[in-house]
């Protein structure tokens, strides 16, 4: 990994905590596969931290031009899956 996760000064530990399981989600569902519901529920805390589209928008174009992941067609292909369903991309 060369490279940094997209944060913002002003959040809490705990909230820098739940967006970096969010990216770190992502990561894992290119690299190993990951469970869509897990997924899923690091998704919804990262929304609670950042819920404005556009900031959303930014951070997750941030890291995918720095990663090479994608964190929207990953939510994408999540929903699109069952409950339970393993995610690789």
Excluded: H
């Excluded at 720095?66 to 690789?88: F, I, M, N, W």
């Amino acid at each position: 990994m060369n490279y940094q996760y997209p944060l913002d000064e002003t959040w809490s530990t705990e909230e820098i905590v739940d967006v970096i399981n969010f990216f770190q989600m992502v990561e894992k569902a290119y690299e190993s596969g990951v469970n869509r519901d897990d997924l899923l529920i690091t998704y919804t805390k990262f929304k609670q931290i950042v819920p404005s589209k556009s900031e959303e928008k930014k951070l997750c174009g941030t890291f995918e031009k720095s990663s090479g992941y994608s964190p929207y067609r990953t939510v994408k292909k999540a929903r699109e899956l069952e409950r339970d369903s393993k995610l690789r991309m």
